[in-house]
């Protein structure tokens, strides 16, 4: 698949909300459980972190947004974990399987190690097998479980801890 990746603009918030919604409401592959609106993604993408990454992949041949990836700094209250990013992978449902996440992947990584990022963390639900496998695809480590960490529609949602070394 030829894709274009490139940084998210505010004006691809409704294009980005119509992938993410979706995955939301489905409740089978992340912890967010309330979708968003097209006004709070705007908002969200215009005041991102000046250290963030927030990709979009573009389906060259229909020219429309069929994922996207966004890496945040670990935490802000101390420099202590600077060199570390937390990143979260969302394509389409009905384009998984396309080798999208990978290509996501690649764009973002070499933008943390010109941001200064060593180092790459995120969670990801235990019932969530294909993105364990997508992100042990590109180079992460399973470090373990935190049990019972979500609590969604009243049902508990073990979280792996995966990380990634640039």
Known sequence: MDLLIRPAQPEDAAAIVAIFNPIIESGKYTVFDTPFTIEAERDYIANFPAR???HV?????????????????FATYT???DHVG????????????????GQLFAATFEA??????????????????AALATYQRQGFQLLGTAQRQAKINGIY?????????L
Do not use: C, W
């Open 52 to 54: 963030g990454i927030f």
């Open 57 to 73: 992949a573009i389906r060259q041949d229909a020219q429309k947004i069929v994922g996207f990836q966004s890496m945040g700094p």
């Open 79 to 81: 420099h202590a974990f």
């Open 86 to 101: 937390v990143v979260g992978t969302y394509v389409d449902l009905a384009e998984r399987g396309q080798g999208i996440a």
């Open 112 to 129: 943390a190690r010109q941001k200064g990022y060593e180092k790459i963390f995120t969670f990801i639900r235990a019932d969530n097998l």
């Open 157 to 165: 949602v073990d979280e792996l801890m995966v990380e990634k070394f």
